[in-house]
């Protein structure tokens, strides 16, 4: 029996059957998601299922052909990347997208200069000391997994109120990635707000809190981890996960 | 074979010519690397700031005053192509945006030639650059020397902007990743502007303070124009650092190979870029990737 509560209540992000291409290639039909506020959601899904698009598409790279993208309830789809980032979302790309010509403190410098609520480098250091000693080294001198600490970094520092992680953990030693977890779960512990891209399902699955599959573009599957776990032959047949 | 004192005096010419070079590369490759903008209209402002400069020394009898308002000139000059013209060319093919900044040029040229006629014209040498100075093995004129240190500094105070500045720090990360800047929150639309107008102040200085030492013709800014491409491309493009040391380069290559044979100097310059390209196609200071 649905409340009237439960009919207002906003979600903190609500993709609403959204279309993108990419190109002339038709990437995404009709997805939807919600992501509440303190909530974990992962995208998982074999490659070229649309993670990355919509992600892309949230952050307003991509505009969606068709369909709605709401942030507190309000419309954001068509905004360009500038706008949707002021209004609080943070894409952390897959490619990390480090200014390699910058060192690690301007990387920072420069994700702070239009955040209102900017952490201070300190707090950011606290969190990441190998940041904080390599913060005069110029971006493209960092490994993958210190370049992946300043991608995160330059969210945090934003105090984004969603993230979108792009395949965090992605071509990153086993040490590394244990790291990278630690970290993250402890965000999720704080309540931040978070959407993850992972092939990585075991680790993604350790901090999120639900779980959306995508196959061929399309949401195949919503659910917890734990409803996840119990349907095995969706896992394999639609997210190529060996459950 | 020259003599050794002819060698060493073209040496300093190429300094000069190259430290000039440089300034005016700067400015082509931050709006290059910034805007995506390959400006060709880039030779006709360099005459633009050298006739701002005749102009100007006729009203103010002083060179200083000449060259502080003669870049509020060219400040101007630049806000308005920008804003009237440039902006619209930002998301439309290459080939009209080189199309369009090459109608510029001609465009500015011409009102030149109708001003102030085909002839060339003499700005003389400011009061305090007179003479020649004894530099101990050489006598060198004294206004030459003074345009080195001159464009020195103005490079340095273009260094200081681009990696001391939050502005610089958006121009250098956005020549590099754009589309990343955007993720990060920054309208880069706002800081094209800038670029753009520093980017036409820098090669208007350029004219201005190379008009005392050649004649000055509405076409002068051709030749540098054509120089100064291959300046970035061997700098890199984008790169201020790249067309610092490029133009440094080009303008020694020039001078000195002319103290052997003038007919060669240009040659050479291409001859060097085409070696380049095969052995560092991104250039020295480029990256891989953009552009």
């Known amino acids: 029996m649905l409340t009237l509560e ?52 949230i952050m307003g790279v991509l505009a969606p052909q068709s369909g709605q993208i709401r942030l507190d309830g309000k419309p954001i789809a068509g905004l360009p990347p500038s706008a949707i980032a002021n209004l609080g979302v943070q894409l952390v790309p897959e490619e990390r997208a480090i200014f390699g010509g910058l060192t690690v403190e301007e990387n920072l410098r ?134 | 074979m020259p003599s050794w004192p002819a060698l060493i005096s073209q040496a300093f010419n190429g300094l000069a010519l190259g430290s000039l070079l440089a300034l005016v590369s700067s400015g082509l490759t931050i709006i290059l690397g910034t805007l995506g903008v390959l400006n060709f209209a880039h030779g006709a402002l360099f005459a633009v700031g050298a006739y701002a400069a005749f102009v100007m020394l006729q009203y103010t009898h002083s060179f200083v005053l000449t060259v502080v308002v003669g870049c509020g000139f060219m400040l101007a000059l630049g806000v308005l192509l920008e804003r009237t013209i440039i902006r619209l060319f930002y998301n439309r093919p290459h080939e009209d945006q080189i199309l369009v900044t090459y109608g510029i040029g001609i465009v500015l040229v011409e009102c030149v030639r109708a001003i102030f006629g085909g002839n060339a014209q003499r700005v003389p040498t400011p009061s305090w650059g007179q003479g020649a100075t004894q530099l101990g ?57 800038l670029v753009f107008a520093i980017g036409v102040v820098a090669v208007g200085l350029a004219g201005m303070l190379y008009a005392p030492v050649v004649a000055v013709t509405p076409d002068m800014g051709a030749n540098f124009m054509a120089q100064s491409f291959v300046v970035i491309v061997l700098g890199g493009l984008g790169s201020f650092p790249g067309a610092v040391i490029g133009g440094l380069i080009a303008g020694e290559i020039i001078s000195l190979t002319s103290a052997f044979n003038s007919s060669y100097s240009e040659v050479m310059l291409y001859a060097l870029m085409a070696l380049l390209l095969v052995l560092r196609p991104q250039g020295l200071f480029g990256s891989e990737g953009r552009v």
């Open chain 1, 6 to 57: 439960d009919c207002t209540r906003m979600s903190l992000l609500e993709v609403d059957r959204i279309n993108t291409l990419y190109g002339d290639s038709h990437v995404l039909f009709d997805v939807s998601i919600r992501v509440e506020e303190g909530e974990v959601v992962a995208l998982l899904g074999r490659n070229g299922a649309g993670k990355t698009t919509t992600l892309r598409s």
């Open chain 1, 110 to 243: 420069i994700a702070a200069l239009t955040a209102p609520n900017a952490w201070s480098f300190e707090r950011i250091y606290a969190m990441f000391p190998r940041l904080k000693e390599r913060r005069r080294s110029l971006g493209r001198t960092l490994s993958g997994g210190e370049q992946q600490m300043l991608a995160i970094a330059r969210a945090l520092i934003r105090d984004a109120r969603i993230i979108l992680l792009d395949e965090p953990f992605e071509g990153l030693a086993p040490l590394i990635v244990r790291d990278l977890v630690t970290v993250a779960r402890n965000l999720a512990a704080e309540g931040r707000t978070m959407i993850v891209v992972e092939q990585n399902v075991t680790a993604a699955l350790s901090f999120a809190h639900r779980v959306y599959g995508l196959n061929n573009g399309h949401v195949v599957f919503e659910g917890t981890s734990a409803d996840l776990d119990a349907n095995p032959d969706l896992a394999r047949d639609f997210l190529g996960i060996a459950a």
């Open chain 2, 137 to 193: 093995f050489l006598i060198y004129p004294t206004y030459r020397l003074q345009l080195i240190a001159i464009v020195a500094m103005l490079l340095l105070s273009l260094y200081l902007v681009l990696y001391r500045t939050s502005m610089g720090l958006v121009v250098r990360a956005g020549i590099e990743n754009p589309g990343m800047v955007g993720i990060l929150g920054i309208n880069l639309r706002r800081t094209f502007l």
